[in-house]
C-alpha cells in the first residue's frame, strides 16, 4: 500500500514539477495525510524534501537547453528562502486541517488559466524588460511566494510560476526552468526546517517519494523542453487542472 500511494503521488509531483515548477507538496502531502494517516507537517517535510532532486534534475535539464534565467534567479531565490524559513516556522503553529486547502485552489486555477490563456511570450519580448525593475519585483514577491511555500510546503511553485510569466513577462519555459531552479533551494530550506521542527519522517516513506517524485520529473523535464510553446501550454494547464481536481478528491471525498 505504501509503495502504491508513493507511486502515484511520485507520479503526480514529478509531472506537475517538470512540467510546471509546481512544488512536490501540493499532490505528495494530501496523499500521505489521506491514505497513509502521515502528520501533515511530517507529510510536508517528506514532500519538500521529495522536491529537493526532482527540482534540481528538471532544472539541469532546462539549463541544458538554454530555459533557465539564473542571474535574477538567484535575485528571487534571496528573498524566497527568508520567507520561506520565517513560514515555515509559522505553519508549525496551525492545526492540520488549515494546511493545503489554498495549494490546492491554485493549482486547479492556474491549470485552467494556461488551457484558456496560453502563456505565447516570446523570449524577445521577454528581454525588453527592464533588469532593474525585474530585480525589484523579484524581490517582493519572491517574499510573498516564499512564506507561501514555507507555510503550506505548496503553492510556492506554483505562485513562482504565476509571477514569472504574469508579472516579469517570462516566456513559459524560461519561467519553469527558473521557477524549479529555485525551488531546489527553496524546498531543501523547508525540508530542512520542517525536519529541525517536527523531526524525522520514516525513511522508507521517505525514500519512495523521492524516488518516484524524481523520475517523472526527469521524464516531464525533457518533454517540455523539446515542445512548442502551445503544446507546453496545454500540457501545463491539462496537468495542473488534472492534479488540482484529484487533489480536491482526495480531500473532500
Not at 526532482?54 to 531565490?77: C, E, F, P
Not at 525585474?134 to 516564499?146: D, F, H, W
Not at 524524481?214 to 510553446?229: D, E, G, V
Request: net charge positive; hydrophobic share 55%; aromatic share 8%.
Amino acid at each position: 500500500m505504501m509503495i502504491l500511494i508513493c507511486f502515484i503521488a511520485g507520479m503526480g509531483a514529478g509531472l506537475g514539477t517538470g512540467f510546471a515548477g509546481m512544488s512536490a507538496a501540493a499532490v505528495i502531502s494530501p496523499m500521505l495525510i489521506t491514505f497513509l494517516d502521515v502528520p501533515a507537517y511530517q507529510a510536508v517535510g517528506v514532500a519538500l524534501a521529495s522536491d529537493v532532486l526532482a527540482s534540481a534534475v528538471s532544472a539541469y535539464t532546462y539549463r541544458t537547453n538554454g530555459n533557465l534565467d539564473i542571474k535574477n534567479g538567484l535575485i528571487m531565490m534571496a528573498s524566497v528562502l527568508t520567507f520561506t524559513l520565517i513560514g515555515s516556522w509559522v505553519s508549525s503553529l496551525v492545526p492540520n486541517q488549515t494546511m493545503g486547502s489554498f495549494s490546492t485552489v491554485m493549482t486547479l486555477m492556474m491549470g485552467i488559466k494556461f488551457l484558456a490563456r496560453p502563456v505565447m511570450t516570446t523570449r524577445e519580448a521577454m528581454e525588453k524588460i527592464s533588469p532593474r525593475k525585474r530585480a525589484v519585483q523579484s524581490v517582493v514577491y519572491g517574499a510573498a511566494v516564499g512564506f507561501i511555500c514555507g507555510f503550506v510546503g505548496a503553492g510556492g511553485g506554483i505562485m513562482m510560476l504565476l509571477v514569472l510569466t504574469s508579472v516579469l513577462g517570462y516566456e513559459l519555459k524560461t519561467a519553469v526552468g527558473t521557477s524549479v531552479f529555485i525551488m531546489t533551494f527553496t524546498a531543501l530550506t523547508g525540508a530542512v526546517s520542517h525536519f529541525a521542527i517536527g523531526g524525522l519522517p520514516d525513511f522508507t516513506l521517505l525514500a519512495l517519494c523521492v524516488m518516484f517524485t524524481l523520475l517523472w520529473a526527469r521524464i516531464a523535464a525533457r518533454f517540455a523542453n523539446k515542445a512548442s510553446s502551445v503544446v507546453l501550454n496545454q500540457a501545463t494547464g491539462a496537468v495542473l487542472t488534472v492534479l488540482g481536481i484529484a487533489i480536491l478528491a482526495v480531500n473532500y471525498l
